[in-house]
Antibody, heavy 119, light 108 residues
Framework: QVQLVQSGAEVKRPGASVKVSCKAS????????IHWVRQAPGQGLESMGW????????NYAQKFQGRVTMSRDTSISTATMELSWLKSDDTAVYYC????????????WGQGTLVTVSS | EIVMTQSPATLSVSPGERATLSCRAS??????VAWYQQKPGQAPRLLIY???TRATGIPGRITGSGSGTEFTLTISSLQSEDFAVYYC??????????FGGGTKVEIK
């Protein structure tokens, strides 16, 4: 069965960086995009961008350009999202999600990783 | 950026009744709309894609409709497991992929 397992919760200071990993299993990792979506406490969903694990190509939402880096390691079927220059309003649950056959619909999700930014 | 607007923000419905959720796009997104359900403390779950195609395992009481700028998610005969927050998402124009603000379906 398809599974996406994310790394654990993080607490960071403002200005620091955070890396969240997403290990895929149960399917061919290079066959489907991995997207990153975040959700601030009590708020809605926000797409951050995606990576094509086959080519390594990425596409970032303009809001995060210059602060986000998405990468993948196909040898261990893992995608990673790094967000730098953290601010307090980056406090959120970060989800990875698999893009379906249409690439841009999220058919499987990770369990989420809470990133707390606090001084 | 395409703005997705959901209404109402909260919908109070009795078990067994029908719930109708709306989603409007700021410009045409063809039929490239998906719907997700999210329960407290859980990741979202895909319900509908292509505006009207049910995802694997989604029961027939959940239906999606619409095209262009107006979309509807209907849940007939609400069950206890249907009380949750629902989000629409457009994937016609990107980046970014955009979501509506959500509709909370609560027990009346």
């Amino acid at each position: 069965q398809v599974q996406l397992v994310q790394s654990g919760a993080e607490v960071k200071r403002p200005g620091a960086s955070v890396k969240v990993s997403c290990k895929a299993s149960g399917y061919t990792f290079t066959g489907y995009y991995i997207h990153w979506v975040r959700q601030a406490p009590g708020q809605g969903l926000e797409s951050m961008g995606w990576i094509n694990p086959n080519s390594g190509g990425t596409n970032y939402a303009q809001k995060f350009q210059g602060r986000v880096t998405m990468s993948r390691d196909t040898s261990i079927s893992t995608a990673t999202m790094e967000l730098s220059w953290l601010k307090s309003d980056d406090t959120a649950v970060y989800y990875c999600a698999r893009g379906s056959d249409s690439n841009y619909v999220y058919d499987y999700w990770g369990q989420g990783t809470l990133v707390t930014v606090s001084s | 950026e395409i703005v997705m607007t959901q209404s109402p923000a909260t919908l109070s419905v009795s078990p067994g009744e029908r719930a109708t959720l709306s989603c409007r796009a700021s410009q045409s997104v063809s039929s490239n709309v998906a719907w997700y359900q999210q329960k407290p403390g859980q990741a979202p779950r895909l319900l509908i894609y292509g505006a009207s195609t049910r995802a694997t395992g989604i029961p027939g009481r959940i239906t999606g409709s619409g095209s262009g700028t107006e979309f509807t998610l209907t849940i007939s005969s609400l069950q206890s497991e249907d009380f949750a927050v629902y989000y629409c998402q457009q994937y016609n124009n990107w980046p970014p992929l955009t979501f509506g603000g959500g509709t909370k379906v609560e027990i009346k």
